[in-house]
């Protein structure tokens, strides 16, 4: 006797994969991106990279690094990282 396939199979598979790319990018894996992007600069040790800001916003976490001399020069950096594709991005501020 042949069984008959489940009809309800390919509705499971594809919601398990909507699944798994709806998942975002949660707070301290955003910052562990964003510092591991900072480590890697030419001017990291002009940085706190243990004094951070973040803000979360629809789509992207925004990581503000605090500059060590913040008196002559501007406070700090911008970090993006997206919340959907973990893309990781140094925005410049004005």
């Avoid at 919601?15 to 798994?20: D, P, S």
């Avoid at 690094?65 to 008196?71: A, G, S």
């Amino acid at each position: 006797m042949r069984r008959r396939p489940r009809k309800h199979a390919p509705c499971v598979i594809a919601l398990l994969l909507v699944m798994v790319a709806c998942r975002e990018i949660s707070q301290p894996a955003a910052i562990k991106r964003a510092t591991t992007l900072m480590l890697t600069q030419r001017d990291a040790a002009e940085y706190w990279l243990d004094s951070i800001r973040v803000y979360s916003g629809n789509s992207i976490w925004s990581i503000y690094f605090l500059r060590r001399d913040h008196v002559h020069r501007e406070a700090g950096t911008l970090v993006t990282v997206n919340k959907t594709t973990g893309e990781v991005q140094r925005v410049p501020l004005r």
